[in-house]
């Protein structure tokens, strides 16, 4: 599937993502480490990111894996809709991993069902 920013987004970088059905916005995401430092704060603090995501409830998916470069990983994420994508960045915004991974880069897409 390719979305608007150019790139295609298929099943093999999904992580068992579905596409997003009408209404729904689905985020494919490379969380990119520049360095051991901040490669152990993924490590430290994404399982419980993951954890208090996919128990949000407008969130359908949220998979996380590290690709064959251990200081990229692939995230994949569903919401229902928008207001459920707004709850949440809201959420995010006030999270310890926000604070804890604000410098890392992220290229983020974002997939309209």
Not at 21 to 28: F, K, N, R, T, V
Not at 34 to 49: F, G, P, Q, Y
Not at 85 to 93: F, T
Request: charged letters at 25%; one cysteine or more; aromatic letters at 4%.
């Amino acid at each position: 599937m390719s979305c608007n920013c150019g790139h295609d987004h298929g099943a093999d970088a999904s992580l068992g993502r579905p596409a997003p059905a009408p209404g729904q916005i689905a985020l494919s995401v490379r969380l990119i480490c520049a360095d051991m430092d901040e490669l152990k704060i993924v490590l430290d603090h994404l399982s419980e990111h993951v954890a208090l995501s996919r128990a949000e409830p407008g969130c359908l998916f949220f998979a996380t894996e590290q690709t064959g470069d251990p200081l990229i990983w692939q995230i994949e994420e569903l919401y229902a809709d928008e207001a459920a994508l707004d709850a949440h960045k809201a959420r995010l915004a006030t999270s310890e991993w926000a604070g804890r991974s604000a410098a890392l880069k992220r290229e983020i897409h974002r997939i309209d069902g």
